[in-house]
């Protein structure tokens, strides 16, 4: 049995998976910890092992390395069918031949239940999702979001610990898509249940999510708070693939002086080495267009589109390196701007740095503010 820390529902403890053994790991000995009653995202792009962790949880599959524990119980070889864990997969594997009720009672037939109790669950599950007044309408007439709340109901119907989501919005439209951000997210503040959520795209995982795991190649690059993984990326990936993201590479001449592009600019960071090689990230919304004489960094405007709420501009320093700026003041191509940024919109990232040693530097960086 596996010391379970207070709320911990979900414990990975160097966990690795091999589908074959000739081929890299999919899971490359991951420890992760998952709490009662939170909302996480398994973020990265395609391959990086997301839907790999959601199957080990189901039980799916079993892990080649380490161990899982569900509530402190070693789960490794317990069946897919005998955990508190219930899973809405990317095409719904709804029942086109059963009607709405029918599609969400499939669970409890199998188990055997009294048609007064199955009635009152699918009644309750059905309420739940805002689908009363729905149970004799068939599959084959429900839209995209509708099927998505069926498929929902059917997985909370058995009363799961756990809801695990396999891309589950994947197949919808832009504006759909986003109202079902919504209402997954109240869903699960309702229910009070574990939800794990597996997505591509960074912008899903930065509204839904308590926490977010960004895995890339089987391991976890980075885990924290949207706020965490947004404002303080760990490295070069999780910066560029968390939002719009201008990555320069940069020197950290001492604690807060970092040098990019040959100038020398206050930032907020601390505890590195002297005059060490680092990357530094400023967001697009981050840089205000000025004249150029006012501007911290002069660059030449090169492209411009309109994003609706704001122009996207694209611009290139005298070094080469590319800008990208998010304003809602229109820029002209080919002038020459200023962009002026605060010390606290720049990031370094230092090269190589585990999630560990970044979190002890953060750390660092209270115990500095405290002591002033």
């Given at each position: 049995?596996?010391?379970s820390?207070?709320?911990t529902?979900i414990?990975f403890?160097?966990?690795t998976?091999?589908?074959?053994?000739?081929?890299?790991a999919?899971?490359n000995?991951?420890?992760l910890?998952?709490?009662?009653g939170?909302?996480y995202?398994?973020?990265?792009?395609s391959?990086c092992?997301?839907t790999?962790i959601?199957r080990?949880?189901?039980?799916f599959t079993?892990p080649?390395?380490?161990?899982?524990y569900f509530n402190?119980?070693?789960?490794?070889?317990?069946?897919a069918?005998?955990r508190?864990?219930?899973?809405v997969f990317?095409?719904y594997a709804?029942?086109?031949?059963?009607n709405v009720?029918?599609?969400?009672?499939f669970?409890?037939?199998i188990?055997k239940l009294?048609?007064?109790?199955i009635?009152?669950?699918?009644?309750?599950?059905?309420?739940?999702?805002?689908?009363?007044?729905?149970?004799n309408?068939?599959?084959?007439?429900?839209s995209?979001?509708?099927?998505?709340r069926?498929?929902?109901?059917r997985?909370?119907?058995?009363?799961p610990?756990?809801?695990?989501l396999?891309e589950?919005?994947?197949?919808?439209d832009?504006?759909?898509?986003?109202?079902?951000?919504?209402?997954l997210?109240?869903?699960?503040r309702?229910l009070?249940?574990t939800?794990?959520?597996?997505?591509?795209?960074q912008?899903?995982a930065?509204?839904?999510?308590?926490?977010?795991?960004?895995l890339?190649?089987?391991?976890?690059q980075q885990?924290?708070?949207?706020?965490?993984?947004?404002?303080?990326?760990?490295?070069r990936?999780?910066?560029?693939?968390?939002g719009?993201?201008?990555i320069?590479?940069a020197?950290?001449?001492?604690?807060?002086?970092?040098?990019?592009a040959?100038?020398?600019y206050?930032?907020?960071?601390?505890g590195?080495n002297?005059?060490?090689a680092?990357?530094?990230v400023?967001?697009p919304e981050?840089?205000?267009?000025v004249?150029?004489?006012?501007?911290?960094?002069q660059v030449r405007v090169?492209?411009q589109?309109f994003?609706?709420?704001?122009?996207?501009i694209?611009c290139y320093?005298d070094?080469?390196?590319?800008?990208l700026?998010?304003?809602?003041?229109k820029?002209?191509?080919g002038e020459?701007?200023?962009l002026r940024?605060?010390p606290?919109a720049i990031h370094v990232m230092?090269?190589?740095?585990?999630?560990?040693?970044?979190?002890r530097?953060?750390?660092?960086?209270?115990?500095?503010?405290?002591?002033?």
């Amino acid at each position: 049995m596996s010391e379970s820390k207070g709320n911990t529902i979900i414990q990975f403890q160097h966990v690795t998976k091999r589908y074959d053994a000739r081929e890299p790991a999919v899971l490359n000995d991951v420890s992760l910890e998952l709490e009662r009653g939170k909302f996480y995202t398994l973020l990265g792009p395609s391959g990086c092992g997301k839907t790999t962790i959601l199957r080990l949880i189901a039980g799916f599959t079993e892990p080649s390395e380490g161990h899982i524990y569900f509530n402190g119980e070693l789960i490794n070889e317990v069946p897919a069918n005998e955990r508190q864990v219930n899973t809405v997969f990317q095409d719904y594997a709804l029942f086109p031949h059963l009607n709405v009720f029918e599609n969400v009672a499939f669970g409890l037939r199998i188990k055997k239940l009294k048609e007064p109790v199955i009635r009152q669950k699918v009644e309750e599950s059905l309420r739940f999702v805002n689908l009363k007044g729905y149970e004799n309408r068939e599959i084959t007439e429900m839209s995209g979001g509708q099927r998505q709340r069926v498929a929902i109901a059917r997985a909370i119907v058995n009363e799961p610990e756990i809801l695990l989501l396999d891309e589950p919005l994947s197949a919808l439209d832009l504006k759909l898509r986003t109202e079902m951000q919504y209402e997954l997210r109240e869903l699960q503040r309702r229910l009070g249940i574990t939800f794990v959520f597996v997505t591509h795209d960074q912008e899903e995982a930065l509204a839904m999510s308590d926490e977010i795991f960004v895995l890339n190649e089987g391991r976890i690059q980075q885990s924290g708070t949207p706020n965490d993984i947004y404002d303080e990326p760990i490295n070069r990936f999780v910066a560029d693939f968390i939002g719009e993201s201008n990555i320069v590479k940069a020197r950290m001449l001492r604690d807060f002086q970092v040098e990019i592009a040959g100038k020398v600019y206050e930032c907020v960071d601390q505890g590195l080495n002297p005059n060490e090689a680092v990357d530094v990230v400023i967001r697009p919304e981050d840089l205000e267009i000025v004249p150029p004489e006012q501007g911290k960094l002069q660059v030449r405007v090169d492209t411009q589109l309109f994003r609706g709420v704001h122009y996207e501009i694209s611009c290139y320093d005298d070094s080469g390196n590319e800008w990208l700026v998010h304003s809602t003041r229109k820029a002209t191509v080919g002038e020459r701007i200023g962009l002026r940024f605060d010390p606290e919109a720049i990031h370094v990232m230092r090269l190589g740095e585990t999630e560990e040693e970044f979190d002890r530097r953060l750390e660092s960086y209270e115990e500095h503010d405290d002591g002033e």
